[in-house]
């Protein structure tokens, strides 16, 4: 396994032709490496595309979003069966989802077993609101999302999860106007939510799932984020679009890797 994972969410944007646009720019880019495993993860139209124009000896493949069951009559929605295959991880729980879609913490944990379920790596996503931090829940907030989140794996599926721990004060901050998470502010929720996993499933079950973290991350904050003890990789929103910030991203967790 790869010592860092650095995962691109593109979130709604691109159309198909913008989407291997930005494939082959970021193949000239972005140098492969063994020690740093880079997922692109595109809409669901772009998938194909990106799928037949990427490197994948470089670019792994992952979905933002899967239905809880295999087929039926639930128009607009792409089920995990569907995705076996074509990508590898799938992001889960995402808050943009649990907001806008109303996702809940028995669905995303339904959409974890479904993943792991078809062999995708789930990425669940946690993390406390700005009302929830001002108001001292936050850690039971998180601690509460990884449980339920959970709650449908076995332990010996939990080694092969993400959890990315994605503040939500702190997520498109990247114009300026907000606050970036600080990585003093980081690190304690990473220990927390590995404890939290340790108390689910027993000693050493706390060191198995890879953590990212993820927020605003750009070329210039990015070491201090992956210096942070306990965290795994980076969960990328509005850089991953912008090729140059994205390939200064991957260069620079192959770096951190190999200066330690
Ligand atoms: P930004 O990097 O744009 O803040 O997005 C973070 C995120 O939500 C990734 O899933």
Redesign the pocket.
């Known amino acids: 396994m790869a010592e860092k994972l650095v995962v691109a ?1 593109w979130k709604m944007n691109l159309n198909p032709h913008q989407a291997s646009l930005l494939v082959h720019r970021l193949d000239q880019k972005v140098t492969a490496g063994r020690s740093v495993e880079v997922v692109l993860c595109p809409p669901f139209v772009d998938l194909y595309p990106v799928a037949r124009d990427r490197n994948p000896k470089k670019f792994k493949l992952g979905a933002q979003n899967i239905h809880h069951l295999d087929e039926g009559p639930f128009t607009g929605e792409v089920s995990p069966a569907m995705l076996q295959g074509l990508v590898d991880f799938v992001i889960v729980g ?1 808050s943009e989802r649990r907001r806008h879609a109303h996702e809940d913490d028995k669905l995303i944990a339904r959409k974890v077993a479904a993943a792991v379920r078809h062999g995708l790596v789930p990425i669940l ?1 946690v993390g406390d609101n700005l009302f929830e931090r001002e108001h001292g829940a936050a850690r039971k907030v998180v601690a509460d999302q990884v449980t339920a989140g959970l709650s449908l794996l076995t332990a010996a599926e939990i080694k092969d999860t993400v959890i990315a721990y ?1 503040p939500v004060w702190a ?4 114009d300026g106007r907000g606050s970036y998470a600080k990585p003093h502010e980081v690190e304690p929720m990473v220990t927390h939510i590995r404890q939290t996993v340790e108390e689910l499933y027993g000693e050493g079950a706390g060191g198995e799932p890879r953590v990212l973290y ?4 750009n070329p210039d904050n990015v070491t201090a984020y992956l210096e942070i003890a306990g965290v795994d990789g980076l ?5 991953s679009l912008n090729y140059e910030q994205f390939a200064a991203i991957v260069a620079a967790a192959q770096a951190a890797v190999h200066s330690k």
């Open positions: 969410n995402h996503c994605e997520i498109s901050q990247g993820g927020g605003s991350v969960l990328v929103g509005g850089a």
